[in-house]
Structures are given as C-alpha cells and as structure tokens.
C-alpha cells in the first residue's frame, strides 16, 4: 500500500494515530520540503524504530556511547552497502545483539532514545503544509526488540518541542555545532578554567546533543546555558555533516588478502545542477544513506571539478547555462577515468527525444524531476552494484563487525 499527499500538521498526526488504532505492519516515511526524510518502522501498530533526518550516523554513535560504553566503536567495519539498506542502524543493534555485545534492555533504550529524538526534529523541521508522507508495507522489520506508543511519543514531543520553545530556543536546533568566534571577549566576562572548557569543547566539532551527552546533561539547559554567548555573537551556531562509520572491505579468499586488505572508500555522489534546490535534496538523501557528496551548480566548473572529485556516481542536469548536460557528457566520455562512470541525467521534461539524445551522448540513464528519494537510491543501487559491487540492494550485515 502506498499513499503520497500533501498533508497539514494534525492530519501527520492522525496518521500516526491511524497506524497505531489499525496495528499497521510496514513503514511511515515523512519528508519536509527541503528534502530531509525520517522513516518510522511499525509491527502490529506500535513503533519499532525511526531512523532519517540531519545526523543518523552522530546520532547512531552518541547513543552508543550513552548506552553501551563499554562497545569500542573503532572496531566496529562495515562494507559500503550495507549502508544502502535504509534501516542500517538498527541491523547493526540487531547484529550487536545476536552475538552478544548488547543486550535487549540496553537495545529497548536507544530504540526509545531514538524515536524521541526523532520525533523533537520532526516538530522543529518539518514544515507541515507542505511536507508529504508515504506508506509501504514492502518493508517491516522481523522481530523487534522493542515496542513504542506512537500515541505516548508524540505527547513526548509535544511536551519536550513546548518547553525548547518556551525557554527561548525554537530558532535552534540541537543538531548545529557551536563554534567560538570572538575569544578575547569571552575572555573578560568567564573564569579561566571556563574559558579552557569553552575553547576545547566550543569548536564547531560537536553538535549540541553530542556536547550534552559528553557533559552527562540533557540537551536543553546546555543550550539554554550558550543561549546569552550566541545572542552576543560570541559563539556562532553552524550546521556540520555527519559522519559515517568506518568503511572497509570485508572479503578475502585467503590469508594473504585479509593481512593486505584495504580501507574502501565511501562512494561518492556528484550532483552538477544549477539549482541549489536540486543539489540540496540530492545532498540529504545521498548522506543520509552514509554516501559522500559534491554538487557543482557553475557548468563550466563541472569538468575541472569532477576531473579532481573523481565521483563513483553523476547526477547531471540537462538544461544549464553556458554549458548543457549534453555537451558536459559528451566531454566526459572522452576522458578514459570517465569512461565506465554511470552518468544520471537529471530533467524536468521526460521526453523521448530527450531520452534519445541521452543515450547518443553516452549517458548512462535518466531520471526526472522532481526529485524522490526511491528512486534517486534505486539508481545508485543499481550501477554502483553493477560498476563495483559497491552498493547493493538487498545484503545483509552479518559478518561484518568484529
């Protein structure tokens, strides 16, 4: 069953509600306008996991630490596709669990951890007018670890989005990293071992959830506590990437291999568009499934730059100025580093000649506009596999953490 509409804010909550009231078995996706996706997961209407938004890969490492301190997260290798499969995080709980690093109750709080967090960036991100919402029973998840009211979740949220709001916050999210910007004037108003605190920590490095976390706090005073330093334009709140895990390759035929065998690196996707839209919601939707990204929006920087970038993958608009998507293919067959490189057109008229023209050029497939997250993976699932058996559709990850 699938159903996409736009939607306003109490009819997504009705829905969730009509999942619970209906024990739906499946996956609720919602998407804002800016392209950003969060995915919840039920089994017999109660909500099993969540997963999506700005930092699934921070948000994945903090709650380890928090709850499983005891799990060295460095020694923690998986193969680039596993990271394809949109419910990642929770295979790697479920993996961590069946051999027995992890148990049920330390799983049951950050499955709740999780969802909350989730729920709080959905309150703060999403633009009801205008957001969508999906549902597909193609994907449910076998036995869950854990089960959460949606009815409850939601109260959480609406309780926890009140009071961020009512302490001066709604303009800040938890997910920005603050950075110091005017040290000497900081300098003159705290202590010395204040300043210190401030200057190794207040570094653009960490978000605001991870530096609460370091201090064993919860996220809302921390910020409340910067809130006077930002106002001043002493600290600065700036938007960070998140960071995927550690990717190597796991096969080997024999010894020899496993003792020779090398880091691999992520993928990485590049987007040439003019659009700073287009770029931006390729952007999320390729990092939020652990890949690297680069978009180019000038055409006549697009050759240099790939060139250097050496992309896995190309997004490539049709129509841009100076230079189309027709002559930037056509240049890059000619390179042999390029040769082989799966070559996507992007358009917004899904016309035959188009396609033809495409094809003669010597792109390798064809996408339109506007941009949707299925099927955007669907491509990179498709040749990446078919390239370098990079990305996969269906794997699973056992065997891969040691």
């Keep these: 069953m699938t159903n996409s509409e736009l939607i306003e804010s109490q009819n997504l909550l009705n829905e969730f509600k009509t999942c619970t009231q209906f024990q739906y078995n499946g996956k609720l996706s919602v998407k804002n306008s800016k392209g950003l996706q969060w995915g919840f997961y039920y089994r017999l209407g109660r909500i099993v996991w969540a997963t999506g938004g700005k930092h699934p890969f921070r948000r994945w490492r903090r709650n380890m630490a928090q709850f499983c301190p005891d799990i060295d997260l460095e020694k923690i290798r998986c193969r680039a596709e596993d990271f394809a499969i949109d419910y990642w995080d929770y295979n790697l709980l479920d993996i961590l669990h069946k051999r027995q690093k992890i148990q049920r109750e330390k799983i049951q709080a950050i499955v709740e951890h999780t969802i909350a967090e989730i729920f709080f960036d959905l309150a703060q991100e999403v633009d009801f007018s205008s957001a969508t919402y999906n549902l597909s029973q193609d994907v449910v998840l076998d036995m869950p670890m854990s089960f959460t009211s949606a009815d409850m979740s939601i109260k959480q949220m609406q309780d926890s989005w009140t009071v961020w709001s009512q302490v001066g916050l709604a303009n800040i999210s938890p997910n920005s990293s603050p950075i110091l910007r005017r040290s000497e004037q900081l300098q003159r108003l705290v202590s010395p071992s204040v300043y210190k605190n401030f200057a190794s920590l207040i570094n653009g490095k960490f978000t605001l959830r991870e530096l609460a976390a370091k201090m064993k706090q919860d996220v809302m005073p921390v910020t409340r506590s910067l809130l006077p330093y930002i106002l001043k334009g002493i600290i600065e709140l700036v938007e960070v990437p998140d960071l995927p895990l550690t990717v ?45 990204f680069t978009k180019v929006q000038d055409a006549v920087q697009a050759l240099p730059v790939l060139i250097q970038e050496k992309p896995d993958l190309i997004f490539l608009d049709l129509i841009m100025p100076v230079a189309s998507g027709y002559e930037i293919c056509t240049q890059l067959r000619r390179i042999p580093a390029f040769a082989n490189t799966p070559v996507i057109i992007l358009t917004g008229n899904d016309g035959l000649l188009d396609r033809v023209r495409a094809k003669v050029v010597g792109s390798t497939d064809f996408i339109s506009k506007p941009i949707v997250a299925e ?28």
């Design 375 to 402: 099927r955007v993976m669907g491509i990179i699932r498709k040749y990446l596999a078919m390239q370098s058996r990079v990305v996969a559709n269906n794997t699973t990850i056992a065997g891969t953490i040691t």
């Design 248 to 292: 190597t390759n796991t096969s080997s035929s024999n010894s020899r291999q496993s003792k020779n065998r090398n880091n691999t690196v992520v993928p990485l996707i590049a987007c040439v568009d003019d659009s700073p839209l287009v770029c931006k919601m390729l952007e999320d939707i390729v990092t939020s499934h652990g890949l690297r």
